[in-house]
């Protein structure tokens, strides 16, 4: 876009960049530099439009750079973070699901954890409860889709293949999912229930007819 300030018309070009703070305390912001060609106007170009298309004057190259900006960035409070607080900043729900739920030990079961909302998605982890010790654990997949340009606003869906390793287990255990609102001020911790298992013992294969 162009501005007039006094006699003089000038270009902006707008640049934004999405800046999350990793620490507390002062921080301090620039200066930002760029580098760029400007045409300087020739002096010899008089008011002819023609002549001043081909005679565009000298190139030079410029720097410029901003003022540097500070902020304040506020600690996380001590008082009412939940033990499973992993650093979510932001405004989040959470929905769950998994299958097969019947099914026999060994077999592999699919959970799928999305996490929607605004925040630092990027930081987000997939919650995992310390009673899958019955189950045996795959690396889990991530997918991050964002519907903002600063990639705060979205959905991060995690996947992972888990399988249960006695027939003693009957059910996954409650997933939760904390995080920190700074709308509020406040914690929240986020449950999806307990969802229903029914695991077979692996049976024996019979021995081969002669």
Sequence with gaps: SQAQIGNHTYTIVPITIALTAVKAGTLTLGPFTANMVVVLPSPNQGGDPIFRMFNQGEQKQVSLATEQIRVESLPLPAQGRPANFTGAVGNFTMTATAGPTNLTVGDPITVRVQ????????????????????????????????????????????????????????????????????????????????????????????????
Excluded: C
């Design 115 to 210: 996490i929607t909302g605004r925040g630092a998605l990027d930081g987000v982890t997939l919650p995992v409860p310390d009673a899958w010790h019955d189950f045996k654990t795959f690396p889990p997949t991530t997918k991050l889709e964002t519907s903002d340009q600063f990639g705060f606003q979205g959905t991060k869906t995690f996947e992972q293949i888990i399988s249960p390793q006695n027939s003693d287990v009957h059910e996954l255990p409650t997933l939760t999912f904390s995080f920190f609102n700074p709308d509020d001020g406040q914690y929240h911790t986020l449950a999806q229930p307990a969802i229903s298992l029914e695991v077979k013992a692996a049976g024996t294969s019979p021995m081969p007819a002669l």
